[in-house]
């Protein structure tokens, strides 16, 4: 039996049929450990990002001058060669046509020198681009202002970007794209009344599991960046170091049952349903990956097998656990209707990957383009179920594609939600200790 010191979090998931304390076994002691050791390769490290995209919402050219807000983007040479011409193609036959695609991409033709299979994958690349089953508003790679960065040489931590700019990020996200009636008002909000959450938190167990799913997964978003935050802090700032660890303190303030009134508890139950969300696509995607043209290509032949063997290790380890989230429930019943609703979805989620935009803080823009980019391809792994069922063991995918902006996004973002997760043990472990 756990026991609650401060912040308390145990016991079923809501709309799951699985637990906090499974989770935590499986995510501290055997998958979290593997996946740390994957980000760290160079194949996940590099991430092209276009960090000087307008706001297309408001006016608002304001950014942080924090220092600690700032990106050290990567010089060219640093990139491997594999990824920089090769930057969004994930086998070797695609690295070594690289240029000779790209040219016949932007030109709308197909150079005739092409074998039939490679022409037919390229025209699948273009349409893959230009699919409308897109969650995200992808940046143009590209473009002359997107730039690589090393995501270990720029990790997610506390930089002091806070206030009226921070809030009105989240505030645009959860009032004007979580289906919420303007009339409902979430707890802790400025403005809503004494119930203490409770019209919100009856408006949202009427709603549709697909709604309600919707905020689950914001909110979850929004804790595990929370505890990032927290456990990556600014402790000590002078001339001659800068000292980052755990601040108790500011997690109490986020997490607390009591300082919130309840909403911590339930924050980090949004965490966990996260996790399973993300956790159950990896299980289901790993057909795309185990076919043998598949390649996480660098340019190290050796390394790069090392890597995929790593990655389908982690996939078949997802795939094996317990009590996976069972998707099927989502977009059921009449078609219609369903199609409707999907499509609701999709465009409300694409509009936050669009105020990632705004966020006023360059390394909290990155981090969270990068989270909602990977949020984004989860969900479109779990509603290509049937495309994801036809890949051919051999040979390209020509149904279901993804690049290796998606790739990257896709498991970096379960990297954050995993730390989290292991984050949370840390702080469980300091505050008994604190008795």
């Known amino acids: 039996m756990r026991t609650c010191i401060y912040v308390c979090v145990t016991g079923h998931i809501d709309d799951c049929t699985c637990d906090v304390e499974t989770i935590d076994a499986f995510n501290n002691y055997k998958l979290f450990p593997r996946l740390n050791e994957l980000l760290e390769s160079d194949y996940f490290r590099y991430y092209k990002v276009n960090l000087k995209k307008p706001c297309p919402f408001w006016n608002d050219n304001s950014h942080c001058g924090i220092r600690d807000c700032a990106v050290k983007p990567c010089p060219t040479d640093e990139v491997p060669d594999g990824i920089r011409s090769a930057s969004y193609k994930y086998s070797e036959e695609a690295h070594n046509r690289a240029e000779e695609c790209e040219e016949a991409n932007r030109l709308g033709a197909v150079d005739e020198s092409l074998s039939k299979e490679t022409q037919r994958a390229m025209l699948q690349w273009t349409r893959h681009d230009d699919s409308s089953d897109s969650f995200c508003e992808a940046d143009d790679i590209h473009s002359p202002d997107a730039e690589y960065?090393?995501?270990?040489?720029?990790?997610?931590?506390?930089?002091?970007?806070?206030?009226?700019?921070?809030?009105?990020?989240?505030?645009?996200?959860?009032?004007?794209?979580?289906?919420?009636?303007?009339?409902?008002?979430?707890?802790?909000?400025?403005?809503?009344?004494?119930?203490?959450?409770?019209?919100?938190?009856?408006?949202?167990?009427?709603?549709?599991?697909?709604?309600?799913?919707?905020?689950?997964?914001?909110?979850?978003?929004?804790?595990?960046?929370?505890?990032?935050?927290?456990?990556?802090?600014?402790?000590?700032?002078?001339?001659?170091?800068?000292?980052?660890?755990?601040?108790v303190t500011e997690f109490q303030q986020r997490f607390d049952e009591v300082l919130t009134r309840g909403e911590g508890p339930r924050r980090l139950k949004n965490l966990y349903f996260l996790y399973l969300i993300e956790l159950r696509a990896l299980s289901k995607v790993l057909p795309f990956f185990e076919r043998p043209g598949f390649q996480l290509y660098t340019g190290n032949k050796s390394r790069d097998a090392e890597i995929k063997n790593l990655l389908l290790e982690?996939?078949?380890?997802?795939?094996?656990?317990?009590?996976?989230?069972?998707?099927?429930?989502?977009?059921?019943?009449?078609?219609?209707?369903?199609?409707?609703?999907?499509?609701?979805?999709?465009?409300?989620?694409?509009?936050?990957?669009?105020?990632?935009?705004?966020?006023?803080c360059f390394k909290c823009?990155?981090?969270?383009?990068?989270?909602?980019?990977?949020?984004?391809?989860?969900?479109?792994?779990?509603?290509?179920?049937?495309?994801?069922?036809?890949?051919?063991?051999?040979?390209?995918?020509?149904?279901?594609?993804?690049?290796?902006?998606?790739?990257?996004?896709?498991?970096?973002?379960?990297?954050?939600?995993?730390?989290?997760?292991?984050?949370?043990?840390?702080?469980?472990?300091?505050?008994?200790?604190?008795?």
């Open 365 to 435: 823009r990155l981090w969270g383009k990068l989270q909602t980019q990977g949020l984004g391809t989860v969900l479109k792994i779990l509603f290509s179920e049937n495309l994801i069922g036809k890949i051919p063991e051999s040979g390209p995918s020509y149904g279901f594609q993804l690049t290796r902006q998606e790739i990257v996004a896709l498991f970096n973002a379960f990297g954050r939600v995993s730390t989290s997760v292991r984050e949370l043990e840390n702080f469980r472990n300091i505050l008994r200790n604190m008795q």
């Open 149 to 247: 960065v090393d995501l270990l040489l720029n990790p997610e931590r506390y930089t002091g970007y806070k206030g009226p700019d921070a809030w009105k990020i989240w505030n645009s996200i959860y009032e004007e794209n979580c289906f919420k009636p303007q009339n409902v008002k979430r707890p802790l909000a400025p403005g809503r009344g004494d119930d203490g959450g409770h019209m919100f938190y009856k408006w949202l167990k009427g709603v549709c599991i697909e709604k309600r799913a919707f905020y689950k997964l914001i909110s979850g978003l929004h804790a595990s960046i929370n505890i990032h935050l927290s456990a990556r802090y600014l402790l000590q700032d002078t001339w001659s170091e800068k000292k980052w660890g755990p601040n």
């Open 314 to 360: 982690i996939l078949h380890l997802a795939k094996s656990f317990p009590l996976h989230f069972d998707e099927n429930s989502f977009f059921a019943g009449n078609k219609k209707e369903a199609a409707k609703l999907k499509e609701e979805f999709r465009l409300h989620f694409k509009n936050i990957t669009r105020i990632m935009d705004c966020v006023g």
